[in-house]
């Protein structure tokens, strides 16, 4: 595994961010530059991770084609697009988004995320989009959510049967899987079924987070410092161990510089056991 984090720290070049990932004990990030670069600062900073020994694991894309606004949703393809293509250049292991709401809010529940017309817009616009950026060196994946497609294990399997394309490929973050008391209090089972039905699909990077139950009579789980939730992350990571060795573990949704290195100093010694 190799530890790292999904976040850009402040640096003025491409070899201090390398050199700020390295004091950190990153082994992985994802990509810190953005397709409006020229090609040269692209080539730099996958210079500095190659000479770091960095892998780059994803060039995320965070937006939604399905936004009720036109123009926004024309812009979200335009900016997928783009982005696929620069993981593809830089080589990074995926390129990563989440499906995409169908409200007004690109990431949010909304009901029109569910139900079969939206898995078959899903479907028909992956589809659309690994047909016209054709990559060669990377993968499009799909970050799990709870309210929106796939928000199961199952239900990614039916994603990727599906699309049927072997650019498609699994990103695993198995929190978000996470999505009501029953799941929340099964963290070993839903594992399980995520890494049993997953891990022979070609999983390309991992997030790591950490959650917590809020105490009330209505249900409200929420992100916390990794540490401080209940996430079964030492069994988490016994699941990651036994796929690619070099397969990335990000620390995401930290606040701070300081609250990353917690993380990752407490994430160190777990993987440091499985290597």
């Known amino acids: 595994m190799r530890l790292g984090v999904n976040y850009t720290p402040q640096h003025e070049t491409p070899e201090e961010w390398g050199d700020i990932l390295v004091k950190m004990g990153c082994r992985a990030a994802s990509f810190p530059g953005n397709e409006s670069m020229p090609d040269h600062v692209i080539d730099a900073y996958v210079k500095a991770a190659r000479e770091r020994d960095i892998l780059i694991a994803e060039v995320g894309v965070w937006d939604s084609p399905f936004v009720p606004d036109h123009a926004?949703?024309?812009?979200?393809?335009?900016?997928?697009?783009?982005?696929?293509?620069?993981?593809?250049?830089?080589?990074?292991?995926?390129?990563?988004?989440?499906?995409?709401?169908?409200?007004?809010?690109?990431?949010?529940?909304?009901?029109?995320?569910?139900?079969?017309?939206?898995?078959?817009?899903?479907?028909?616009?992956?589809?659309?989009?690994?047909?016209?950026?054709?990559?060669?060196?990377?993968?499009?994946?799909?970050?799990?959510?709870?309210?929106?497609?796939?928000?199961?294990?199952?239900?990614?399997?039916?994603?990727?049967?599906?699309?049927n394309h072997p650019r498609f490929a699994v990103h695993m973050d198995a929190i978000n899987f996470n999505k009501d008391p029953y799941t929340y209090t099964h963290k070993k089972e839903v594992l399980d079924r995520a890494f049993a039905l997953l891990g022979p699909r070609n999983i390309r990077s991992c997030h790591m987070k950490d959650c917590l139950l809020e105490p009330g009579i209505t249900v409200c789980i929420r992100e916390v410092p990794i540490g401080s939730g209940t996430m079964e992350i030492d069994y988490y990571l016994e699941k990651i161990s036994c796929l690619d060795p070099d397969m990335p573990v990000l620390v995401e949704h930290q606040q701070t510089m300081e609250e990353y290195q917690a993380a990752l100093d407490y994430l160190k010694p777990k993987i440091a056991a499985f290597s």
């Open 72 to 163: 926004q949703a024309e812009a979200a393809a335009a900016k997928a697009k783009a982005k696929l293509a620069l993981a593809d250049y830089v080589q990074a292991r995926c390129c990563v988004n989440v499906s995409g709401a169908f409200g007004p809010i690109w990431a949010m529940c909304h009901r029109d995320n569910f139900g079969p017309e939206a898995f078959v817009r899903v479907k028909e616009y992956i589809q659309g989009l690994l047909e016209e950026v054709k990559p060669q060196h990377t993968y499009f994946t799909l970050e799990p959510m709870q309210w929106m497609v796939p928000d199961s294990p199952e239900q990614y399997v039916e994603i990727l049967d599906a699309v």
